[in-house]
């Protein structure tokens, strides 16, 4: 059994693998693919897990698998009044907040003239205006929180622009920008941000493509969930700012 982390310890007074004992973190996104191995890797470190996506049951079969009292919370992240539920559900049980996992996210793949300005909203309300709700509702208990900690999962196209993703390219190169804006203005208070760019993932996101992606080499969900826990233990004095994860082959 683990052994619990005294009162007076800091992060840096216990070693990585115990610094996210009895922590709260919200990771949305979390009933498939990458949220899910976030939320699975988080709670095997000791931390109450809430899970939010929209789909209600998948949601809840995806929280009992994870177990060790993960919370499904179902919500649309990209609906203010959704958003704002699931702060007050944290408020009222499990009661504090010290980690933001941002990780809901769509993908279009489509030429620009076929995409549609539905396609376009919805890349822009999941994959970017979630972010300010989140982060907006999540802030006055983070601010109560000894390390509070906000990840946004972004994508190398923050950074890359690849054809036939204009709305989700538009989407995720905002949301590395908010993100860096954030970093600057929440440093003073103590609240550190982390922006991880995965390259190509293995999760059903890849079924958008209008080919088969060679899965030969490509991500594994948990190797992005690996570099959440890296940002999440390293000690108070660093931030990981941006960490870009790419399949050691490269990938097209
Ligand atoms: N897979 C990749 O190659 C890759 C590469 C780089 C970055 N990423 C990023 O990684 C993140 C996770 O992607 P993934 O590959 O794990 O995708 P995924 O397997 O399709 O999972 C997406 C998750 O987001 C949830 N979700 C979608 N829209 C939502 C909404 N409006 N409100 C709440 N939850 C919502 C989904 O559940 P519901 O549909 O039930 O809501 C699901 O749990 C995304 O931000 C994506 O852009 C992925």
């Known amino acids: 059994m683990r052994e619990k982390p005294r009162a007076n310890e800091t992060i840096e007074s216990v070693t990585p693998a115990r610094r996210l004992e009895g ?6 996104g979390a009933s498939r693919g990458i949220g899910l191995a976030i939320a699975r890797t988080l709670a095997e470190s000791g931390v109450q897990v809430v899970m939010v996506a929209r789909g209600k049951q998948a949601l809840e079969k995806a929280a009992r698998r994870v177990g060790r009292g993960a919370i499904a919370a179902p919500a649309d992240v990209s609906q203010p009044h959704d958003v704002e539920s699931i702060f007050r559900r944290v408020a009222r049980h499990p009661g504090r907040l ?9 993908f279009t793949f489509k030429p620009f003239r076929a995409t549609t300005l539905e396609d376009w909203r919805k890349n822009l309300d999941i994959n970017l205006t979630a972010l300010f709700l989140t982060t907006r509702s999540a802030l006055p208990l983070l601010m109560k929180s000894g390390a509070p900690h906000i990840i946004n999962i972004l994508s190398t196209s923050s950074r890359h622009a690849f054809p036939k ?3 989700y390219t538009a989407a995720k190169f905002g949301a590395l920008g908010f993100t860096q804006v954030i970093h600057r203005e929440l440093r003073p208070e103590g609240i550190r941000v982390t922006a991880i760019l995965p390259g190509v993932t293995e999760t059903r996101m890849l079924s958008e493509f209008d080919f088969a992606v060679n899965r030969n080499g490509i991500l594994q969900p948990q190797d992005v969930a690996d570099a959440v826990t890296s940002s999440l233990t390293a ?3 660093a931030t990981y700012e941006e960490i870009l994860l790419m399949p050691s082959k490269g990938f097209v």
């Open 23 to 28: 922590k709260v973190a919200v990771v949305t």
């Open 98 to 106: 010290d980690i933001l996992i941002n990780n809901a996210g769509v």
């Open 165 to 167: 993703c204009s709305a």
């Open 235 to 237: 000690p108070s004095r």
